[in-house]
C-alpha cells in the first residue's frame, strides 16, 4: 500500500533490552545489568593495531569477504582451539556477528520457510527470521534440563518447511554449554531431516565448566550443512569495533559474497586489521578475563541464592536467568518497577521467548562492586514482593 511502512516488518517485536535502556535514560545514574557489554576496553595492543592501520591508509573497501589475512589468522585459530583445518577460503569477515547471522539466512531460507530456534533464546533471531519473511519455530530448553535441549521437543516441531536450527552454545541468555554428547545428537537429527546447522559460538571464549567443542569438531563430515559464526565481541572485548566471520559450506562461499555487497558491503578495513592483531598477538588477557567472569558469576550466584531468587548456574557467557515467578509479576512489568524505583536495569526475559516470561536475565560482565548493589536492590525489590524482609543472612540494600 503506497505511502505505508511494511506491514510485515511492523509485526517484529521491539528488543526488549533496548527498549528499557531507552525508558533508563531519564535517570542519571542506574545500575545496568541487563547488556552484554565487557566491562574492560579493548586490550591496547588491538587498539594500537587499528589506530596504526589508519594512519597507515587502510580505511578503504576490502574484498566482501575480508583480508586473506584475516582469514588466515581465522583458520590458525581454529586449529589452535578446536584441531580442526579449515580453508581460509570457507571463511567470510562480517560486519559483526550479527551480520553473519543475518547474511547466512538471506542465503539459506526463503520466504515462509521454518527456522528451529531456542527458548529462551537471542532476540534478534525471531527479528532476523520475521525480517526476511520466515517462519521462528521456538524449540524448548527449561531451567530442569540445565537449558539442554529436548531431542523429542526438538522433532516434534520438525515440519516439510523446516529448513535449519539455529543453535547457540555458551548460550544468550541461559549461560548453558552443549556437551560433545548433546552435539552428536543434534547433528544426527539434523542430518536425518536434512537440515542445515547454524551454530552461534560468539561465547565461546567464555566457558567455565563443560566441555567446549564446536559442531565442525564433532561432525566434521557434515560440514557441508554445518554454518559456525563467530566474532570479536565478546571474547576480545570488541564490541563496537563490529567485526564477525562465519565458516560456511563450500558451496555457499560465492553465495554469501554476492549477498554481502547490497547489505553491508565488508567490514571496515582498519577493523579488521585490528582483528589480525587479535588473533595473532598476546592471548594472556583472555583467560584473565574469563576467570574475572567466572569469580563475578560465582558472587552474583551466591547474592541470588541468600535472597531466594531462583536462578540457574550458567556454564557460559555472562548472563543468569532469574526466575521470579513467586512475586506473580510477568518480566517486563517486573523489570520496569525495578528500574523505576530502585535504578537498575535487567532484561525481561519474555524477549527472549515464551519461556522468559516470568524470568529476568543479569548480565554479570560488569564491574564487580556495581553487580553486587544491583543484586542487592533487586533482592530487596524481590523480597517486598514475595513478602520477605530485605535484609538477608546480614546483608542489606544500601538504599
Known amino acids: 500500500m503506497r505511502g505505508k511502512p511494511s506491514l510485515h516488518r511492523q509485526k517484529m517485536r521491539p528488543n526488549s533490552i533496548r527498549k528499557i535502556m531507552v525508558e533508563a535514560t531519564q535517570y542519571e545514574d542506574v545500575i545496568s545489568m541487563q547488556i552484554g557489554e565487557p566491562e574492560v576496553d579493548t586490550a591496547a595492543h588491538i587498539v594500537a593495531a587499528g589506530q596504526l592501520a589508519m594512519a597507515q591508509g587502510y580505511t578503504h573497501y576490502t574484498s566482501n569477504a575480508g583480508l586473506p589475512e584475516l582469514r588466515e589468522a581465522i583458520a590458525g585459530r581454529m586449529k589452535r582451539k578446536y584441531d580442526i583445518d579449515i580453508s581460509p577460503a570457507r571463511i567470510v569477515v562480517?560486519?559483526?556477528?550479527?551480520?553473519?547471522?543475518?547474511?547466512?539466512?538471506?542465503?539459506?531460507?526463503?520466504?515462509?520457510?521454518?527456522?528451529?530456534?531456542?527458548?529462551?533464546?537471542?532476540?534478534?533471531?525471531?527479528?532476523?527470521?520475521i525480517m526476511q519473511h520466515a517462519e521462528p519455530v521456538y524449540y524448548k530448553t527449561d531451567a530442569e534440563r540445565q537449558y539442554i535441549p529436548d531431542m523429542q521437543d526438538i522433532e516434534s516441531k520438525i515440519t516439510p518447511a523446516t529448513k535449519a536450527i539455529i543453535v547457540n552454545s555458551p548460550c544468550n541468555p541461559t549461560?548453558?554449554?552443549?556437551?560433545?554428547?548433546?552435539?552428536?545428537?543434534?547433528?544426527?537429527?539434523?542430518?536425518?531431516?536434512?537440515l542445515f546447522v547454524i551454530s552461534d559460538e560468539i561465547y565461546d571464549e567464555l566457558v567455565y565448566e563443560g566441555e567446549v567443542c564446536c559442531p565442525l569438531q564433532v561432525r566434521p563430515d557434515l560440514a557441508h550443512r554445518i554454518v559456525s559464526v563467530n566474532g570479536f565481541s565478546k571474547g576480545y572485548a570488541m564490541t563496537g569495533w563490529r567485526l564477525g566471520y562465519m565458516i560456511v559450506p563450500e558451496e555457499l562461499i560465492e553465495l554469501t559474497w554476492k549477498l554481502l555487497e547490497p547489505t553491508t558491503t565488508c567490514a571496515a578495513e582498519f577493523t579488521q586489521k585490528a582483528g589480525i592483531a587479535a588473533l595473532t598477538g598476546d592471548q594472556t588477557h583472555i583467560e584473565e578475563e574469563r576467570l574475572r567472569y567466572q569469580h563475578k558469576r560465582d558472587r552474583a550466584c551466591a547474592l541470588l541464592t541468600q535472597y531466594g531468587i531462583p536462578h540457574s548456574r550458567p556454564q557460559g557467557a555472562f548472563y543468569i536467568m532469574a526466575d521470579i515467578s513467586a512475586t506473580g509479576r510477568t518480566s517486563e512489568p517486573f523489570a520496569l518497577e525495578l528500574l523505576h524505583r530502585y535504578q537498575v536495569i535487567v532484561a525481561p526475559g519474555e524477549g527472549f521467548g515464551p519461556a522468559g516470561?516470568?524470568?529476568?536475565?543479569?548480565?554479570?560482565?560488569?564491574?564487580?562492586?556495581?553487580?553486587?548493589?544491583?543484586?542487592?536492590?533487586?533482592?530487596?525489590?524481590?523480597?517486598?514482593?514475595?513478602?520477605?524482609?530485605?535484609?538477608?543472612?546480614?546483608?542489606s540494600t544500601l538504599l
Request: glycine fraction near 12%; charge should be negative.
Open 175 to 194: 549461560g548453558a554449554v552443549y556437551a560433545w554428547k548433546v552435539w552428536g545428537e543434534l547433528l544426527q537429527l539434523a542430518e536425518r531431516h536434512d
Open 357 to 395: 516470561l516470568y524470568s529476568v536475565r543479569i548480565c554479570f560482565a560488569g564491574k564487580l562492586e556495581q553487580l553486587e548493589e544491583g543484586i542487592h536492590r533487586l533482592g530487596r525489590y524481590y523480597g517486598e514482593l514475595v513478602g520477605r524482609s530485605s535484609e538477608v543472612l546480614g546483608e
Open 94 to 129: 562480517t560486519s559483526g556477528a550479527v551480520s553473519a547471522l543475518h547474511t547466512i539466512l538471506l542465503a539459506l531460507i526463503d520466504s515462509g520457510e521454518e527456522v528451529l530456534i531456542p527458548d529462551p533464546g537471542y532476540p534478534n533471531y525471531e527479528g532476523m527470521l
